[in-house]
């Protein structure tokens, strides 16, 4: 059985670099019963991969590309349920993973007729994930954050504006009789008003809690000008909150996150305290993205900040959005790996845990390596 630091460190290799998929294999495995394609290429989130299983049942989410030249993993043949991936600059095998299936409810209908996966989709395993506001307020003034494809998925027509809980209850059945939602995610594009959205995230929380109330549910919403709104979502329903920052360097975050970065830190820090308060140790975490050229010593320096409030740090390397030109570059490995570690460390130190953590990304996992670095330090 493979170890779990050998996991963390193939788990951080194809975060940054994920694997080349032969288009003319799809149709090959098709043949097989397996449905295996690109991901989807909009939402909110690391977008174009599927999710996959290591040995140790290890989660990671595994960007697929059509073009060999972004990855030397190279994703081959499927025996006994695992693909074996392959190392071209090695000559050798990488290692193995397996991929997890769709749901089946992804064909079903809503009761109103709309498809189940337009509510909302299965991130991982079991953690049922929705965009509950599916427009923000950057996009429309021209400030969106590079890295996003939040607005995409109206463009491809795969998703709705706006949901509400009684379609999200009638999801959330029916992936529950798969076993495919023991937690839950619900995000959402920014609104231009005093709430940022909260108000929505309210009645949506409310709506799902009446019908599932041991159901945890993660939100996800930018610093809030009214902190009492934070109460007012841990009341609703909330267990976990994410409050993203996304991007430590300030120079960086001026670039990639122009709208965002009007939000000044000190409001980031005001929130994370008060939602510490509310919902509780090792409940808030904050997203953080990797790969846009930040210095490794300053990255530590700054997450140390945030780590010793409590907060989880949900660290990732970005991901360019399918189909768009992109310049983004790629985070190296073992500058990840070497983040990774000395984070692990820093969160054993201020006594963060995020195997604590009870719903949303960072129990789901899969688009980071925080938690195996956790465990395998």
């Known amino acids: 059985m493979i170890d779990i630091y050998t996991v963390f460190l193939k788990k951080t290799e194809l975060l940054c670099k994920g694997v080349y998929l032969d288009g003319t294999l799809i149709q090959h495995y098709k043949s097989q019963g397996i449905n295996i394609n690109f991901g989807r290429k909009g939402g909110a989130g690391p977008l174009g991969g599927r999710y996959f299983l290591f040995e140790d049942g290890t989660l990671i989410n595994v960007a697929l590309w059509d073009d060999p030249k972004k990855s030397n993993l190279v994703l081959k043949e499927n025996i006994d349920g695992y693909f074996e991936v392959y190392d071209s600059k090695k000559n050798g095998t990488f290692g193995k993973i397996k991929l997890i299936d769709e749901p089946q409810f992804y064909n079903q209908k809503t009761s109103e007729g709309i498809l189940m996966k337009k509510i909302a989709l299965v991130h991982g395993i079991d953690c049922l994930s929705s965009t509950i506001y599916q427009k923000c307020r950057y996009w429309g003034c021209g400030e969106a954050c590079s890295f996003c494809g939040i607005e995409l998925s109206l463009k491809y027509k795969t998703t ?142 700054d997450l140390e900040r945030i780590v010793s409030l409590g907060v989880i740090p949900y660290i990732t390397s970005v991901r360019p959005i399918p189909d768009m030109r992109s310049t983004m570059p790629t985070m190296n490995p073992d500058v990840l790996l070497d983040i990774y570690i000395k984070a692990a460390k820093m969160m054993k130190e201020y006594d963060v845990n995020p195997l604590e953590n009870k719903a949303g990304c960072v129990r789901c996992g899969g688009c980071s390596a925080i938690s195996e670095a956790y465990k395998a330090s």
């Not at 090792?282 to 930040?294: A, H, K, P, R």
């Open 160 to 301: 709705i504006l706006e949901k509400n809980y009684k379609q999200m209850n009638e999801v959330i059945a029916a992936a529950k009789k798969e076993k495919r939602c023991n937690h839950m995610t619900l995000t959402s594009g920014t609104e231009d008003t005093v709430d940022k959205g909260a108000n929505r995230y309210i009645e949506l929380l409310k709506g799902i809690k009446h019908e599932y109330p041991d159901l945890p549910l993660h939100i996800q919403i930018e610093p809030l000008e009214d902190l009492s709104y934070i109460d007012k979502l841990k009341d609703a329903g909330a267990d976990t909150i994410g409050i993203h920052i996304e991007i430590l360097d300030d120079s960086l975050r001026k670039i990639i996150t122009p709208g965002k970065f009007k939000i000044p830190y000190k409001l980031f820090e005001d929130n994370w305290k008060q939602a510490l308060e509310v919902f509780g140790k090792n409940q808030v975490e904050t997203y953080i993205l990797m790969g846009f050229g930040e210095s490794p010593e300053e990255f530590i320096d």
